[in-house]
């Protein structure tokens, strides 16, 4: 349950994130370009924010707003709760597992993890009981939604006895960071929206690294640059290295506890010191003649599969099976 927590805690965060930015876009005064509504889109559907049917927003970005505003909540009672796992789900889902291991929490960070979910549902009632459905509305629910996670990720990582318990809770907020960003960078690269400003700044704040990269970066909107900070950095605690070298010491740590084959598990994942900046931004020429960044390319999805074998992997080494075909990397 402290495993699910993390990873639920992560899943909500990176759900709210992105239905802001693609909700900003889509509500912008400017017209956004195809590749950005095109990873847009790609994304909102693999991370469930709208149905696998809803028009892309390349072709209609408001049916495609407002399929993704209506279902934010996924409310049980709601028909698009047997298919949609949106914020709403997450936020449930997070509760659910936090009352598991209610004893472990403190007062004030069961308080939070209850209001999150409460007024977020609350705030899309709201929503929905209008003539229409508000871009203002639901930025506005996203907003406190991300404002109360915030709080409960700082009770996660300062509130906590550092125990195998919270290591298993960090393990799973980890892999659910490293799945995530690396499967949505790959995204980007597929369908050029990085090639666009407004597609870099969206990846950039997607990577929750805005203020960071113009601090080192100012204006540059090269892949360098973007490779550097949301690949390399060990430092930025967004970056794919810094999340692949914090599970390794959570498997060490865990390892000289629990079982020593956790020690073992760190090894299927990628090893950052082997990761060269030139090769990662080395472009070659896809068929339709824009450029093809493959050893970054391979890299992303090394990560994200790596990710998702150790989450098996831990599944099958800690954890009793007992509810095994209620949760799985999709739910």
């Known amino acids: 349950?402290?495993?699910?927590?993390?990873?639920?805690?992560?899943?909500?965060?990176?759900?709210?994130?992105?239905?802001?930015?693609?909700?900003?876009?889509?509500?912008?005064?400017?017209?956004?370009?195809?590749?950005?509504?095109?990873?847009?889109?790609?994304?909102?559907?693999?991370?469930?924010?709208?149905?696998?049917?809803?028009?892309?927003?390349?072709?209609?970005?408001?049916?495609?707003?407002?399929?993704?505003?209506?279902?934010?909540?996924?409310?049980?009672?709601?028909?698009?709760?047997?298919?949609?796992?949106?914020?709403?789900?997450?936020?449930?889902?997070?509760?659910?597992?936090?009352?598991?291991?209610?004893?472990?929490?403190?007062?004030?960070?069961?308080?939070?993890?209850?209001?999150?979910?409460?007024?977020?549902?609350?705030?899309?009632?709201a929503m929905a009981a209008g003539a229409d459905y508000s871009a203002a509305e639901a930025l506005t629910a996203l907003h406190n939604?991300?404002?109360?996670?915030?709080?409960?990720?700082?009770?996660?990582?300062?509130?906590?006895?550092?125990?195998?318990?919270?290591?298993?809770?960090?393990?799973g907020r980890h892999i659910e960071r490293l799945i995530t960003l690396s499967r949505a960078l790959a995204l980007g690269l597929e369908h050029h929206s990085l090639d666009d400003p407004a597609g870099f700044e969206a990846m950039v704040a997607l990577f929750d690294s805005t203020i960071t990269f113009h601090a080192m970066y100012q204006q540059r909107r090269d892949m360098a640059a973007l490779v550097?900070?949301?690949?390399?950095?060990?430092?930025?605690?967004?970056?794919?290295?810094?999340?692949?070298?914090?599970?390794?010491?959570?498997?060490?740590?865990?390892?000289?506890?629990?079982?020593?084959?956790?020690?073992?598990?760190?090894?299927?994942?990628?090893?950052p010191d082997t990761w060269a900046l030139a090769e990662l931004c080395h472009q070659q020429r896809g068929g339709d003649g824009a450029p093809a960044h493959d050893p970054l390319a391979r890299l992303l999805d090394e990560c994200e599969c790596a990710a998702a074998e150790l989450s098996d992997e831990i599944t099958r080494l800690h954890f009793s099976h007992a509810d095994q075909r209620r949760r799985s990397l999709g739910v």
């Open 1 to 125: 349950n402290l495993f699910w927590l993390g990873r639920y805690t992560e899943r909500a965060e990176n759900g709210v994130r992105l239905a802001r930015i693609a909700l900003d876009h889509l509500d912008g005064e400017e017209p956004s370009s195809r590749p950005l509504l095109a990873w847009l889109s790609a994304l909102a559907r693999e991370n469930t924010l709208v149905l696998p049917d809803t028009p892309s927003a390349e072709h209609s970005a408001r049916v495609f707003g407002r399929s993704l505003m209506a279902a934010l909540a996924s409310t049980p009672d709601s028909p698009l709760h047997a298919r949609s796992t949106s914020v709403g789900h997450n936020l449930r889902a997070l509760r659910n597992a936090a009352a598991q291991v209610r004893e472990r929490l403190s007062t004030e960070h069961w308080s939070l993890i209850e209001r999150a979910e409460a007024e977020f549902t609350r705030d899309c009632a």
């Open 228 to 271: 550097d900070l949301l690949v390399m950095d060990r430092d930025n605690p967004r970056s794919l290295a810094w999340v692949v070298q914090t599970l390794r010491a959570r498997l060490a740590k865990l390892s000289q506890s629990a079982t020593p084959r956790d020690s073992v598990l760190a090894m299927g994942l990628p090893d």
């Open 145 to 171: 939604a991300s404002a109360l996670l915030a709080a409960i990720t700082g009770a996660q990582t300062d509130r906590m006895v550092r125990d195998n318990g919270w290591r298993l809770l960090s393990i």
